[in-house]
């Protein structure tokens, strides 16, 4: 299992890389273009990154072999959630909280590459998470706890 050091820096690699894309291509892009690129520098930071994720799971003894697709699953630990919206719903934050506690994962990433200021639509979202540690500022924008 990843430790709470490890599932921060990876959180923070993946927001650095991602701060860098939007500052550089700025906003209006296609969502697939935002991941093609964030998935090529995450793994330039030596992170396994598998792209569009097939998930399956199981519910009151149902099986779905592709319940959903994750944008990227980074080091089989962190979800990141990819949208290139003018602004995002409330629905969004609490599809990824869904992936997570369905992959039993404590923090996922949902980035909206759609907005003038990246920092506006950075969120990480916590499955019941409690890091061991302050966690660094640039992680704590927009942090959203959610309870079990």
Known sequence: MTDDKDIDAITEQIVDAAVKIHIKLGPGL???????????EVERRGLGVEQQKPISFEFDGMRFEEGFRADLLVDGCVIVELKSVEKMAPVHSKQLLTYLRLLHLPVGLLINFGESRLKDGLHRIA??????????PRLRVN???HPP
């Open 127 to 136: 499955n019941n998470y409690q890091p061991s540690f302050s966690a660094p």
């Open 30 to 40: 296609l969502e697939s273009v935002y991941e093609a690129v964030l998935v090529r």
């Open 143 to 145: 942090q959203k706890k």
